[in-house]
Structures are given as structure tokens and as C-alpha cells.
């Protein structure tokens, strides 16, 4: 499964870039090389065999772990993209969190005090967060926390194990306008599921055979209503990386997403294939361990 | 249609967010008509103004008025999300509703492939489509149309996949109706409502896209007076006044939270059993 959607996504990406107008080799030499240097670096780098035949090549190289090298700096991509992905997973980390932390016991309080003030309250915070996209949201708050009341640092990246504290401080606003999206979509998701759970039968009969409500909840009621949001959590992962590329070319964070910024802008086209495919991946390889999260919690649910 | 019109205004969702679109909408239509200036119009001497009876929201880096500004970009801002939005749509029903119709092998072999595209996130997709491309509006909508496909083309499959049981598509192939016809005129229309309910939510989401590509430099170009393109410029300037970064934001918000509401009030009005 995974397999079939990387050989996918490869074909995607590796079509995409074909198409772009740059020529490698062009790149490489600049615009005043001669057409016999141009030729003969493409016969060197396989830029004159058929495209099948290069995908073909690409690929082999991609799965012996060689992501080829960058047109714009000479250098393996595949270090490079991995040390930025390792900054960004950890932007994701935090994001995912702070998401949790705060999207479940919303979405749970909307739902128990359904129709009430604090119903209201959870479903007007969650409209609040779709409204606006993320480089929106981020300068806004850049504006505010940084330049107005100077409390935190307005953009940069400090290594967590060089100054634990000074990385945390230049982590707090990323994460913040990364997790308000999602805080907004989980915990309505939670609220529905929770919502249904508790017009089901067996919630009835178990507060009918005399259990408090705090034991039907607890018990009966969230283990059910949570296991979905396994699976929203990871299919939201694919929005967390769209929102990490914004996120992160507005705080200058050197992770992947400001790579492949990068890299697009410079038509690297290594950079380019490298970069999507470790992103797809990333998607993918979360969403499979969910899967086997959600059947391992759920013996009902079998995958074949 | 009157009664569908009640319920929908019933409940607070489906009243608010009528309203706010209906807002947005009469912006687009006559914006551009009662604009008090010129948007592209450079005042050197009048920047940076707060707002006041000349200049009702103030103006920009450039003494253009934000108000004018923001009436003439609705088009370029909600226009191209809509339709963006409703072509990634149909590109996406179609494939849903085949999909679900043809079922077994070719079924399965469709939703992988989707799957696979989903695994490139949407505002990834849509930067490397519009690189393709090259950076204008008009590419700009065919990547956001491109990008929505896929999950458009996931919900319409698991709608369609109930309708698909449904013993009047039974009656159809028994009739010895192509598939062609089966899909159009028997399946289509009754995956209709769900799908409209998530095309409204997607709206705003379409929006958000648009912004994002413009404030990446993939998007409008400048002087363009789209929304996105308004904020990410104002970003250089917004020590000198906020008013430009934060009246196009606000008009961004009417529009995301308008159709969101909008979409939520229509699934409340299209479910019967509410």
C-alpha cells in the first residue's frame, strides 16, 4: 500500500519536474556554456535518454537511498533534506500537541453541554480558526506578541540542544498559528462523534442500570467517540505540512518546507523530487501506523 | 424552495452565514461600482492614513484607499475561489461517482491512486502546478481546482457508494442502461447534496489557498488588489499602520466564516432527519 503510493507520488513528481522548463544542465553551467559543453554534460548526467529511462534510473538511485544532488549547491540532497525534515518534525511534534491538548477536552465540553454557553463558546473558537490562513494569522501575531509587547521573538530558529529555552521561546508563535487550524477541525470532530456516541443505545442502558454520568462517560462513552479522531489526526498531518511550509518562510525556520520553497524557486529540481517525496511519505507512513493504531484499539475493525 | 429557504434561516448557522455571503456576493457584483477612488490610484501625500470621512478604512503604503481597494478585489478574491472550487468539484464528482459505480478492481485501483495524490499536501501540489505553469491568476485556479480534486473525489465516492445500492440504479442496469447515463442521470443527482454542503465549506478554504499562493508570489501580482496579495504586501509596512494589514484580513474572515457557516446551516436544512 505504501509501496503503490510512492511509486505514485513518484511518477507525479518525477512528471512534474519533467515538464518544468529548466534544463540541468543549462543550470549547471550557466547560460554562456557552449553547446558542445551542454552536450556533453547531459550525455554524462543521462539527460539524453529517454524519459522512461531516466525515471527508471531516478528511481533505482531513490531506493538504494540516493536522492541525487542539488543543481544549486553542488551538495547530496538527501543529508540536507533529512536535517531539515528533522526541524520540521519537531515544529509538528509540538504542534500536534498543543492540538491535542487543547482540541479534545473542547470538543468533549461542547459536546456534554450541547446547545448550552459553553457549546456555543467551543463552536464559535472553532469558526474563529478556519477564518484565516496561516501567514495571515502568523503576522498578525508577529505584530502583536512581538513588536508591540516584545514577550517573544519575532522570527528564527534556535537548535533545542544548544538553548533549550531560547528554542523553545522561538517555538511558541510557529506552533501557535500551526495548531490553530487544526485545534478548530478536531475539536468539531470530536464534538460530533461525541454527540453521536452519546444518543446510542448502550449509553442509555448504562445510565438506565443506575451508572453516573461521569462513569458513562469515561467508560463507556469517550473510548468510542476518540478512536475516530485517530484517523482524523493523521489525514490532518497532510494540511499540518501545508501549513509548516507557510509557517516556516515566515519565521525562517530552515526545515523542509523553506528547503523545498527553495528549491521551487530555483527550479532545483533533485531538491524538488526529494522534498515531495519525503513529505508524501511522511503522510503516508503516519496515516499506516494509524491504521494499525485504530485496529490494534479496535479489535472490531479488521484490515485485510 | 421557500420551505427549504426556513429552514435553512431557521437555525443560527444557516441565518448568519446567508447573510454574510449574500454580503460578499453584492461586494463582488457592485463593489467595483460604488468604489469611492481609483484603487491603483498613488496619493504620496495621503499614506498611512487612519481611517476618516474621506478615507472610511484609510490607506496604504502608497496612499491608495483600502476601502476602494478591498470592494474591487472581492472579485479577484472570491470569484476565482468559487470557481476554482467548483471545477475541482466536478473534476472530483466525476471521478467519485465512476469510481463507486464501476466498483472491484478498477474502484480499488482509483481510491489508491487518489490516496497517493492526497499524500502531497494541497498547497504543495498547487506550488508545484502553478510552477509549472508559471505564476498568474488564472494557473493559480487550475492548481487550486487540481488540488481539490482528490478529496472531492473521496467524499463523492463514499456517498455514491450508498446511492449505488440503491434498487433504482439496480432497475437502470437491469433496464440495460450504459453506464454513461447510469452515472449522469441516476447517481449524480442524488450525491448532489452532500456534495454541495462540502463545496461551501471548501470555498473558504479555496480562498485561503489563493491567499497563501499570492503571498508566496504565485499568485495575483502586483498592483492587483486581490485580498492575500493586499496582506502579504502590507507586511513591510505594517509598523507604520496596521489598518493595511488588518482590514483585508477581516475581509478574508468575512468570506471564510461566511461560507463556513453557510455550509454547515445547508447540511443542518438538506438532512431530513433534523
Known amino acids: ?304 | 424552495m421557500t420551505e427549504f429557504m426556513k429552514r435553512l434561516l431557521k437555525t443560527p448557522q444557516g441565518a448568519i452565514g446567508t447573510f454574510l455571503v449574500v454580503l460578499v456576493l453584492a461586494i463582488v457584483v457592485f463593489g467595483p461600482l460604488v468604489a469611492p477612488y481609483d484603487p491603483e490610484k498613488l496619493s504620496p501625500l495621503a499614506r498611512y492614513k487612519g481611517p476618516s470621512a474621506a478615507y472610511w478604512l484609510g490607506t496604504d503604503q502608497y496612499g491608495r484607499d483600502i476601502f476602494s481597494r478591498l470592494l474591487i478585489g472581492a472579485r479577484a478574491t472570491v470569484v476565482m475561489a468559487v470557481l476554482a472550487t467548483i471545477a475541482g468539484t466536478l473534476i472530483g464528482a466525476l471521478i467519485g461517482t465512476a469510481s463507486a459505480f464501476l466498483g472491484g478492481r478498477a474502484d480499488e485501483l482509483i481510491m489508491r491512486t487518489i490516496d497517493a495524490v492526497m499524500s502531497i499536501p494541497s498547497l504543495l501540489f498547487a506550488l508545484l502546478v502553478v510552477n509549472l505553469l508559471g505564476s498568474s491568476t488564472v494557473n493559480a485556479l487550475v492548481a487550486v481546482a487540481i488540488a481539490f480534486a482528490p478529496g472531492m473525489a473521496r467524499i463523492t465516492r463514499s456517498v455514491a457508494l450508498s446511492v449505488r445500492k440503491q434498487d433504482y440504479v439496480n432497475a437502470a442496469i437491469a433496464r440495460g442502461e450504459s453506464s454513461g447515463y447510469i452515472i449522469r442521470r441516476e447517481m449524480l443527482p442524488n450525491v448532489i447534496a452532500p456534495i454541495i454542503v462540502e463545496m461551501t465549506i471548501r470555498v473558504s478554504f479555496a480562498v485561503m489557498l489563493f491567499a497563501t499562493l499570492s503571498f508566496l508570489g504565485l499568485g495575483a501580482q502586483p498592483p492587483a488588489a486581490e485580498w492575500g496579495l493586499m496582506v502579504s504586501e502590507a507586511r513591510r509596512y505594517m509598523h507604520m499602520s496596521a489598518g493595511i494589514l488588518i482590514w483585508p484580513s477581516v475581509a478574508i474572515a468575512i468570506v471564510a466564516v461566511g461560507f463556513n457557516l453557510l455550509g454547515d446551516g445547508l447540511r443542518d436544512a438538506l438532512n431530513p432527519r433534523t
Open chain 1, 1 to 304: 500500500m505504501i509501496v503503490y503510493t510512492l511509486l505514485v507520488v513518484s511518477l507525479i513528481v518525477f512528471a512534474i519536474t519533467q515538464i518544468l522548463p529548466a534544463d540541468a544542465a543549462v543550470m549547471m553551467l550557466g547560460e554562456n556554456a557552449t553547446p558542445e559543453a551542454l552536450d556533453a554534460l547531459r550525455q554524462t548526467m543521462g539527460l539524453d535518454a529517454p524519459i522512461w529511462q531516466q525515471y527508471a534510473t531516478w528511481l533505482w538511485h531513490v531506493v538504494q537511498g540516493d536522492l541525487g544532488t542539488s543543481l544549486r549547491t553542488g551538495q547530496p540532497v538527501g543529508p540536507a533534506m533529512f536535517e531539515a525534515l528533522g526541524r520540521s518534525l519537531i515544529l509538528a511534534f509540538f504542534s500536534i500537541g498543543l492540538m491535542l491538548i487543547l482540541a479534545i477536552p473542547l470538543g468533549i465540553i461542547a459536546a456534554i453541554r450541547r446547545g448550552k454557553i459553553a457549546d456555543m463558546v467551543v463552536s464559535l473558537i472553532s469558526y474563529a480558526g478556519v477564518a484565516l490562513p496561516e501567514f495571515v494569522t502568523a503576522t498578525i501575531a508577529v505584530l502583536l506578541f512581538a513588536d508591540w509587547m516584545k514577550w517573544l521573538p519575532p522570527t528564527g530558529y534556535v537548535p533545542l540542544t544548544e538553548d533549550f529555552f531560547g528554542g523553545i521561546a522561538h517555538l511558541v508563535l510557529p506552533v501557535c498559528v500551526i495548531s490553530i487550524i487544526l485545534i478548530a477541525h478536531v475539536s468539531r470532530m470530536v464534538r460530533s462523534e461525541l454527540v453521536d456516541v452519546l444518543h446510542t443505545d448502550y449509553i442509555r442502558a448504562a445510565r438506565l442500570k443506575g451508572l453516573s454520568r461521569g462513569h458513562v462517560l469515561r467508560h463507556h462513552a469517550l473510548r468510542n467517540a476518540l478512536l475516530p479522531t485517530i484517523t482524523i489526526v493523521a489525514l490532518d498531518v497532510g494540511y499540518l505540512l501545508g501549513g509548516v511550509i507557510v509557517v516556516e518562510e515566515i519565521f525562517a525556520i530552515p526545515g523542509i518546507g523553506r528547503q523545498l520553497i527553495v528549491a521551487i524557486q530555483a527550479r532545483d529540481l533533485p531538491a524538488i523530487q526529494a522534498g515531495v517525496l519525503i513529505m508524501a511519505a511522511t503522510y503516508s507512513i503516519v496515516n499506516f501506523i494509524a491504521d494499525i493504531l485504530y485496529a490494534w484499539l479496535d479489535k472490531r475493525i479488521q484490515y485485510d
